[in-house]
């Protein structure tokens, strides 16, 4: 005989809790990703995103989280690039992100962008070398993962192990 069935609410209640983020992944003409530094956790470089809002999905967040940290307005169609899943780690919940490709912004477009100094204090694109010697170890498996994807036209899935320096 099966277990018996839980209302509703004490059957959410027991279920695994998790936060989740949304956020663009853009590169310039020639193909050198973007990617903005915190100005919160030091060294730290990251896509325009952040976390969803109650009633938000992950594409209408990555939208807004982008417009809010650089001014950009993306208009154009939800592309998954990649979802990106941590663990329990240095937050209390699992984490699970959807990249979505934003496309490629010309000069005229990155000289446009205006950042939000409380999260970010600059924004860089550069060759995939570069990023390799500038990033964390889980950010960089995490942009390789996606610029790949990219330029494959697949879409990733990540699991994470927490990095503590993240």
Known sequence: MGKPR????????????????????FTDTEDRPLQLRSS?????WQFPGGDMDPGETPFGTAVR????????????RPRLLAVDFAPPGPWPVAKTGFVFDGGRLGR???SRIVLDPGEHDAWEVRPMDDWART????????LA???RARRTGTTVYLENVPDPAC
Not at 16 to 24: E, H
Not at 65 to 76: A, L, M
């Open 65 to 76: 989280e982008c417009r809010e940290e650089t001014g950009i307005v993306f208009t154009g």
């Open 40 to 44: 919160v956790k030091q060294g730290l």
């Open 108 to 110: 005229d477009a990155l």
């Open 6 to 25: 839980l209302p509703l609410a004490e059957y959410v209640a027991g279920l695994p809790k998790a936060a989740v983020y949304g956020a663009l992944f």
């Open 145 to 147: 993962a996606v610029n």
């Open 135 to 142: 990033m964390d170890s889980r950010s960089w498996r995490r």
